[in-house]
């Protein structure tokens, strides 16, 4: 399930299940969207973008789906696995320059 | 090579100190960037620069100098820190300025004493 505490919200989901990761974004002048994922040691790693022309994009077990009505962006993991498991932040570009949103810890357990 | 190399990883620095972090990247790209990013936060830009010139300064102290030699460098001049300054310290760099996806390094993690 989901939980909120004072820091980071996190995300915890059995190996094999599907993972859902959602963000809000905050200005509607941005037209082009990226998720992160971070592993704890390392610099952010691209997983899939996504222009404000579409509201659904797929990858190699990853889909994005935005909502720019209500500026919502959400992640979608197929067959989680343990190596997913990292913080993820969705960014938005208002003005052309990369704003990241607060970020969910994901934890896959076995 | 898709690689943005940072270096050191991890630096421990006095507050009276002068360090520099550095970044390379040779992937052509032509706009470099410098984030902060404190632990459990997301990371926060400081500097853009695009063309080899600074094109975004985000109201960063000047004890934080960004410095651009060539295309392919980035460097980031320290001194006199705060130890409110210690965080991990991100480059990235993408192929332009705009609507582009960013290609981070692995970060410098610092550390003020």
């Known amino acids: 399930g989901e939980s909120v505490g004072l820091h980071l919200p996190t995300l915890s989901v059995q190996e094999g299940d599907n993972s859902i990761i959602n963000c809000a974004y905050s200005?509607?002048?941005?037209?082009?969207f990226i998720w992160y994922k971070q592993e704890s040691g390392k610099g952010p790693q691209f997983i899939i973008d996504?222009?404000?022309?579409?509201d659904k994009r797929q990858g190699q077990r990853v889909t994005v789906l935005l909502n720019k009505t209500v500026k919502h962006l959400s992640l979608q993991i197929a067959a989680t696995q343990p190596g997913d498991s990292a913080v993820y932040f969705c960014?938005?570009?208002?003005?052309?320059?990369?704003?990241f949103g607060k970020g969910t810890m994901l934890l896959v357990s076995p | 090579d898709t690689e943005v190399t940072q270096t050191p990883k991890h630096l421990v620095m006095g507050m009276t100190n002068k360090k520099s972090l550095k970044c390379e990247q040779h992937?052509?790209?032509?706009?470099m960037y410098w984030y902060k990013q404190k632990a459990k936060k997301p990371p926060e830009l400081m500097f853009v620069?695009?063309?080899?010139?600074?094109?975004i300064n985000e109201s960063v102290p000047s004890r934080f100098s960004p410095e651009c030699p060539n295309s392919s460098l980035l460097n980031l001049h320290l001194h006199a820190l705060q130890p409110e300054d210690s965080a991990l310290y991100l480059c990235?760099?993408?192929?332009?300025?705009?609507?582009?996806?960013?290609?981070f390094g692995s970060g410098t993690q610092l550390s003020v004493l």
């Open positions: 990235a760099s993408s192929r332009d300025r705009g609507n582009e996806k960013l290609f």
């Open positions: 200005n509607s002048a941005s037209d082009y």
């Open positions: 996504i222009r404000s022309n579409m």
């Open positions: 992937m052509g790209h032509r706009a």
């Open positions: 620069y695009s063309y080899e010139k600074l094109s």
């Open positions: 960014a938005e570009t208002p003005y052309s320059t990369l704003t």
